[in-house]
């Protein structure tokens, strides 16, 4: 049994057990937290209808809060001698999927 969950403005594929990182969610390490289902599949039925998914609960908990690898940006400007470096480094957060609760 897997589900499509929606965290942090992208979907991502997860089962009991596994680990996922998404972006920064609220939340000490160790907290429960709820993800929306976009989409379950138990065995061989698909779930997508939205009035059977409001009753599946998609549970994690924080594993840990960490930051992504740096993005580099480089801006230059030719015969000018204009060069400025610049870098991101995007908020994550670990967590790990503790169940999924199909509402039958």
Avoid: C
Wanted: no cysteine; hydrophobic share 40%; glycine share 12%.
């Amino acid at each position: 049994m897997y589900a499509i969950v929606r965290a942090g403005g992208r979907q991502h594929k997860v089962a009991v057990g596994d680990v996922v990182q998404v972006d920064r969610i609220r939340g000490a390490a160790g907290a429960a937290v709820e993800l929306q289902a976009i989409l379950v599949v138990d065995g061989e039925a698909v779930t997508s209808d939205p009035w059977v998914l409001a009753g599946v609960k998609v549970t994690a908990e924080v594993v840990d809060h960490t930051k992504g690898k740096k993005i580099d940006i480089l801006k230059y400007k030719n015969k000018t001698g204009y060069r400025k470096r610049m870098g991101h480094r995007q908020q994550h957060t670990q967590l790990k999927i503790t169940g999924i609760n199909s509402g039958k």
